[in-house]
C-alpha cells in the first residue's frame, strides 16, 4: 500500500486519459453494482463528457509521478427553485490501493472552489449506495448533509 500522500494534482481530463477513465468506469460498476459495462459505450460517453462542456466535465487526480489514481465527474442540473444550477458529483473512482489517502477530497475540495466561484451555482449532490458508509462519513466529513431524497430511475440500455 503506498505511503499517505498529501501531494495529489487535480487537473481537467483531456482525450490522452480515455483509457485509465474507461477502465476506472468498468471496475466501478463491477465493484459497486456488479454491473459489466460495454468499454465501447462508456468510452464513447466518456469522450463527449471531455469535448462537450456543456455536459460536464471530468476531473482526474495523479500522485507526484503523473499517475491517475482516481476520478470524479461533474454533469449540472438546473433548479428553478433556486434560480441556480447543482453540480452533480458522479463516476467517482479512485483506485484501491490510494484510498483513504485524501485522493477523494482533493477532487471534492477543488470542485468545491470552482462551484463556489460560479455565480450560478447553488450547490454540489451526489448519490452513493446505501451501503457504502465509508463513503458516507467522507461526505459528511468534507461538509456535505444527507437529503431526504431516494432516487429513481429507469435505464434504458440496462
Keep these: 500500500m503506498p505511503a499517505m500522500n498529501r501531494d495529489w494534482n487535480v487537473r481537467a481530463a483531456g482525450v490522452g486519459d480515455l483509457d485509465v477513465l474507461v477502465r476506472f468506469n468498468c471496475d466501478m460498476a463491477l465493484e459497486t453494482e456488479r454491473k459489466k459495462l460495454d468499454a465501447e459505450r462508456v468510452r464513447a460517453g466518456v469522450r463527449r463528457l471531455i469535448e462537450e462542456p456543456e455536459l460536464g466535465r471530468v476531473l482526474v487526480v495523479t500522485d507526484p509521478a503523473g499517475n491517475a489514481v482516481g476520478a470524479m465527474a461533474v454533469t449540472t442540473e438546473w433548479s428553478d427553485w433556486r434560480n441556480g444550477r447543482f453540480w452533480w458529483i458522479q463516476s467517482v473512482y479512485i483506485l484501491p490501493e490510494f484510498r483513504r489517502q485524501g485522493v477523494f477530497s482533493a477532487l471534492y475540495?477543488?470542485?468545491?472552489?470552482?462551484?463556489?466561484?460560479?455565480?450560478?451555482v447553488?450547490?454540489?449532490?451526489?448519490?452513493?449506495e446505501r451501503e457504502n458508509e465509508t463513503a458516507q462519513a467522507t461526505y459528511l466529513h468534507l461538509g456535505m448533509e444527507e437529503t431526504h431524497y431516494r432516487l429513481f430511475e429507469v435505464d434504458f440500455h440496462a
Design 122 to 128: 447553488c450547490g454540489l449532490r451526489l448519490y452513493v
Design 109 to 120: 475540495r477543488q470542485i468545491e472552489v470552482e462551484a463556489r466561484a460560479a455565480e450560478d
